[in-house]
């Protein structure tokens, strides 16, 4: 069983910084998959990053490259997602997601089996 704990986020201005932070905790050793996904009522779900506990190898989708920046403390067992130059169209609903295993490279939201509890994320204009 993985625990992963959500904090961070928030309503912010257009052009802001946030700071989402994912603590996991649960099989100790080995290495996990760690997502970000963003939800935004009505719509799919979208991929944010991801990133593996163990290489430390990230991987951004297309929507937040270049803004968006996974990194991890591992003393603490936390993964950040920090969001830089923020726009409305940020604004979703913030999901940290794992799975215990590498990280494919044709992995989809369906492929993680543990979920935290979600954080918003407002971006006024």
């Known amino acids: 069983q993985v625990t992963l704990v959500q904090s961070g986020g928030g309503s912010v201005q257009a052009g802001a910084t946030l700071r989402l932070s994912c603590t996991h905790s649960g099989y100790p050793g080995w290495g996990k998959c760690m997502g970000w996904f963003r939800q935004v009522p009505g719509k799919e779900r979208e991929g944010v990053a991801r990133f593996h506990t163990h290489d430390a190898i990230p991987y951004y989708y297309d929507v937040v490259k270049g803004r968006f920046t996974v990194s991890q403390d591992k003393s603490n067992n936390t993964l950040f997602l920090q969001m830089n130059g923020l726009e409305p169209e940020d604004t979703a609903m913030y999901y940290c997601?794992?799975?215990?295993?590498?990280?494919?490279?044709?992995?989809?939201?369906?492929?993680?089996?543990?979920w935290g509890q979600g954080t918003q994320v407002t971006v006024s204009s």
């Open positions: 997601a794992a799975y215990v295993g590498f990280c494919r490279s044709s992995v989809t939201d369906n492929d993680f089996i543990y």
